[in-house]
Nanobody
């Protein structure tokens, strides 16, 4: 499985950003895509996860981003998106997408490279 994340950049507090993750590989190998982030000096944190095999694209989110994050998919483009609203300085991190075999993205089959999100005025 291969994943390519993009869309990071500098955003002011309160702003919004959409990240993209293009994935390739057989859906026999994975059935969900997750977004994770890692801030300097902190452990990698799961942001949320979306099923890419179910018809409804079920999602789940970490409490820290619930209400501010939306994960969506375009299966025709093999792309998953992470939209973050009302960004806070504590959202600043390197964001990664990952392929998983479970609906909460706990078992990871492959990682994309990270994309840096900087939240600063």
């Amino acid at each position: 499985v291969q994943l390519q994340a993009s869309g990071g950049g500098l955003v002011q507090p309160g702003g919004s950003l959409t990240l993209s993750c293009v994935h390739s590989g057989s859906t026999y190998d994975f059935n969900a895509i997750g977004w994770f982030r890692q801030a300097p000096g902190k452990e990698r944190e799961r942001v949320g996860c979306i099923s890419i095999s179910s018809s409804d694209g079920r999602t789940n989110y970490a409490d820290s981003v619930k209400g501010r994050a939306t994960i969506s998919r375009d299966n025709a483009k093999n792309t998953v998106y992470l939209r973050m609203n009302n960004l806070k300085p504590e959202d600043m991190a390197v964001y990664y997408c990952a392929a998983s075999i479970d609906s909460r993205c706990r078992v990871i089959k492959g990682w994309g490279q990270g994309t840096l999100v900087t939240v600063s005025s």
